[in-house]
């Protein structure tokens, strides 16, 4: 039972992910997904594999070509927030430094 809800809550995160990103024009020249394995709650028994599916999950996106895969194991809820909010904004800026692309050097980089 703590098994199949273990994994349950891995895809129910990389779904969420998914979703909240799946809108942006850059994520189809460029694929990423943050995959969040959690097994330490507050109000339920720890969870014996979240780490585990996370990490299977992960390799899952790599085999399957994404561009970056990151994983985030028992983080808590500023950090989840925080992993999100970086995700987005470096989405943004290579989204602008695509529209913006034809005016940038050669040799610029995005951060």
Known sequence: MIKRLSRLAAMIGVA??????????ALAD???????????????????????????????FRDAGFDAVEVLINVGNLEFKRAIRE??????????????QKKAPADTVVP
């Open 87 to 100: 995700l987005r904004e470096r989405r943004e800026r290579e989204h602008e430094f695509d529209r913006n």
């Open 30 to 60: 460029r694929r990423v997904a943050l995959v969040v394995g959690n097994s330490a709650y507050q109000s339920v028994p720890k969870l014996p594999n979240p780490s585990g599916d996370a990490n299977a999950v992960a390799r899952m």
């Open 16 to 25: 969420i992910v998914t979703m909240v990103f799946a809108h942006g024009t």
